[in-house]
Nanobody, 125 residues
Framework: QVQLVESGGGSVQAGGSLRLSCAASGRTFSAFTMGWFRQAPGKEREFVAAIRGSDGATPYADSVKGRFTISRDNAKNTVYLQMNSLKPEDTAVYYC??????????????????WGQGTQVTVSS
């Protein structure tokens, strides 16, 4: 079993920055592909970014490319999402997700086995 705990959400004005953290416990963290997803009110959960355990590859959603950066610290069992140039449309609950030894289809939420409780990000104009 893997437990994921997100932190770092909050309220910022457009153009501001936030860094989300997701601390994992319970298994060998380095073997896991980690993903960030978000869900706005009335919308489906959508992919934001992922980082593959095997080689560190980092796909991003087009809507965040160039503004968000995902990274991981295996020594701390933590994955981060640095969010810059935030826009009101980035407002959502952000979720961390994990799956062991996942190589393909990192953008699909249904592929992930473990999820955090979510952290709210609110961007005002």
């Amino acid at each position: 079993q893997v437990q994921l705990v997100e932190s770092g959400g909050g309220s910022v004005q457009a153009g501001g920055s936030l860094r989300l953290s997701c601390a994992a416990s319970g298994r060998t963290f380095s073997a896991f592909t980690m993903g960030w997803f978000r869900q706005a009110p009335g919308k489906e959960r959508e992919f934001v970014a992922a980082i593959r355990g095997s080689d560190g590859a980092t796909p991003y959603a087009d809507s965040v490319k160039g503004r968000f950066t995902i990274s991981r610290d295996n020594a701390k069992n933590t994955v981060y999402l640095q969010m810059n140039s935030l826009k009101p449309e980035d407002t959502a609950v952000y979720y961390c997700a994990a799956k062991e030894n996942m190589i393909f289809l990192l953008t699909l939420a249904r592929r992930y086995d473990y999820w955090g409780q979510g952290t709210q990000v609110t961007v005002s104009s």
